[in-house]
């Protein structure tokens, strides 16, 4: 493992203007001489092409070849891993198509910068050394919980291990030990805050931030996780990917809202568009982009995410004191695209009218009937406990406002709170197909 650092000073803010360029500049040609020069085969054929010493600054960015998580499925396990192996000590992996994950490996380097860049959105976020960190995440394989872990032993925090699931446990951990820092997903926070009011402690709980990730989620679902915890809640993005490093690429700050700060020292975005793969201006809507430039085991070049997003012009209002780069907060994958009668539909569109109506609850379930010969939308929500007699017209509400917003009929579903299962551990899964007769949602 790394030496920690615990109590030393972070930088939280990053560096602005030129001094920055400069800085990505040389780490990404030392990054193209790195990889020309590692004996990697995967790396000696995509760089073929390409003189290294020719890449001297961020202008030379767009002549380098994009990775694709393709490349890592096609390369597993190990066939990306440039350092060798008595040099790494960690190793994560995530799900993955036909049964094999995407592994990612890490040196006490990179386990390092992992616990940096996590320890900075903790500080971000509000925390501070003395703090006690409730980390609902899952710990193991999945990246989530012990890159949380470890930025928060890095800032100085006490780390509470607590993993997803048991929800008893959880809330009584909340309670005695008053922790005011707390990372989950968004959907087990809501299980939380619910869990807490059924028993009647949610007064009893001081959580003041919800660091929140591993699922996409809208600002309604926002507004629905801070009332749900009463006041005095601030739900906060966090992002990253294991492909990357894991959690802690980017933060969201309480007093930025809607922006997530990418820590750019260490991981350099750019927006393209997704369908030509040429670079967007500042401001436009496009898919993000991550060049590794710091990270040693498994380095990524110019990987493409799938996440829509944006770069903020560096004219827009922010904080003055930190200059890292910002993005919008994700509007959703393109690969999450659902094509339904020719119509591009985003899970996200339907989250967004969901949380904006007032008799719908927080649990929902996207099902595409592909048993006909056109798929078909259906929507499963639980009703609020106050919707009671106006579910007929909450319904009758929700199926026009869904046509005008995604430009298709859907089928909605009201049904009463509580009934639909509710995820403890793991991500939250939204969207189903039917194939069959089955119900997928039971």
Not at 26 to 32: A, F, I, M, R
Not at 129 to 134: F, K, N, R, V, W
Not at 276 to 281: L, R, S
Not at 407 to 430: C, L, Q
């Amino acid at each position: 493992m790394p030496t920690l650092q615990t109590g030393e000073p972070l930088d939280a803010a990053g560096l602005a203007g030129d001094a920055k360029k400069d800085l990505q500049g040389q780490l990404l040609s030392d990054l193209v001489v790195r990889l020309a020069g590692s004996g990697n085969a995967f790396w000696e054929e995509r760089l073929a092409d390409i003189d290294p010493g020719s890449v001297t600054s961020l202008d030379d960015l767009g002549r380098l070849p994009f990775t694709v998580k393709q490349d890592l499925r096609e390369q597993y396990p190990l066939g990306m891993v440039i350092s060798p192996m008595e040099a790494t000590t960690r190793l994560h992996a995530s799900s993955g198509t036909s049964g094999k994950p995407t592994i990612v490996v890490y040196t006490p380097h990179d386990l390092a910068v992992w616990a940096e860049v996590n320890a900075r959105a903790l500080v971000l976020a509000g925390a501070r050394p003395g703090d006690i960190l409730h980390n609902g995440y899952g710990y193991g394989l999945f990246t989530g919980g012990l890159g949380l872990h470890y930025g928060g032993e890095r800032l100085g925090c006490t780390v509470v291990p607590v993993s997803g699931g048991n929800t008893t446990l959880q809330l009584q951990l909340l309670e005695d030990l008053g922790s005011r820092i707390m990372s989950a997903t968004p959907s087990f926070s809501l299980v939380l805050a619910e869990r807490a009011r059924e028993r009647g402690i949610l007064d009893r709980l001081r959580v003041e931030v919800g660091i929140l990730g591993a699922e996409p989620w809208s600002e309604g679902m926002r507004d629905r996780i801070n009332e749900a915890w009463g006041g005095g809640y601030t739900a906060l993005d966090i992002y990253g990917l294991s492909e990357v490093i894991g959690p802690g690429v980017a933060m969201e700050a309480p007093d930025d809202l809607g922006a997530l700060n990418v820590f750019d020292d260490h991981f350099l975005p750019e927006i393209v568009n997704p369908e030509t793969g040429e670079t967007v201006p500042d401001g436009e809507y496009g898919e993000l982009v991550l060049t590794t430039l710091t990270k040693e085991a498994m380095p990524v070049l110019r990987y493409r995410t799938g996440d829509i997003t944006r770069i903020l012009p560096e004219d827009q209002p922010g904080v003055p004191e930190r200059h890292w780069t910002r993005i919008s907060r994700l509007t959703g994958r393109a690969d999450d695209m659902l094509v339904i009668r020719g119509i591009n539909v985003y899970p996200r569109e339907i989250e967004t009218v969901l949380m904006d109506d007032p008799d719908v609850g927080t649990n929902y379930a996207i099902v595409v009937d592909r048993r006909g010969t056109m798929a078909e939308i259906r929507v499963r929500a639980e009703a609020t406990a106050e919707a009671g007699n106006r579910i007929p017209e909450a319904t009758e509400r929700l199926t026009r406002v869904l046509a005008d917003r995604i430009r298709i009929r859907a089928g909605v579903e009201m049904v009463p709170e509580g009934s639909m299962p509710r995820t403890e551990v793991g991500k939250v899964k939204r969207v189903f197909e039917q194939i069959d007769d089955t119900d997928p949602l039971v």
